[in-house]
């Protein structure tokens, strides 16, 4: 059985076959058969367009087919007026790569701000004033229930930053007298304050 001649509409009516927008005219009143022709002309430079601009060749594939889609699903809206069916695409094409682009920007920039967003928990500024003076006031309390001895080694030592030494040295006593202060102070500082060992 011999195959069917090409019919009509594979064939512009001077015998050539159809350009581009000849093409989109017949999808635009639903051709398959023309859109897979246009896909075959078009498809290798949307790709091409698209990966040049978002640089990665998974998404760009996927823009790549957003865009044929939206050929066959736009092709009445082309108007051949207004510049090639060529250059239609392409401006589908790169107008849908730089929305891509955006997208992927607007996402690491909401993340971003969502990362440096202070996720603490606010807290009560007065009650936190009002512990600490307790706080100090129960350690001044407790201080007024050492020896003075005690009382200066621990001052010297934990509130004005000196070592063993330069507190034997201030207080002129010796240093095992310090040591001895100082341990038998924390001691009863840590009880006072009710410090668990």
Known sequence: MRSEPESERDRSGDGRSPG???????????????????????????????????????????????VLVEVWRN????EPG???????????AHRRAIDRVRSASAV????????????RRPFDEVAESVENSLERE????????????QRESVTFAYFGGYSYREVAELLKVPLGTVKARMRDGLIRLRDCLGVER
């Not at 207004?82 to 589908?92: E, H, L, N, Q």
């Open 108 to 119: 690491t920039e909401r993340e971003d701000r969502v990362a440096r967003m202070d996720v």
């Open 20 to 66: 581009l927008e000849e093409l989109l005219g017949r999808v635009a009143r639903g051709d398959r058969s023309s859109f897979e022709q246009v896909y075959e002309l078009v498809a290798a430079r949307v790709f091409g367009m698209v990966v040049r601009v978002l640089r990665d060749r998974a998404q760009s594939e996927e823009v790549a087919q957003e």
């Open 138 to 149: 129960r350690l001044r309390r407790c201080l007024t229930g050492l020896t003075e001895l």
């Open 82 to 92: 207004r510049g090639s069916a060529m250059a239609w695409i392409m401006t589908i």
């Open 75 to 78: 092709a009445a809206r082309y």
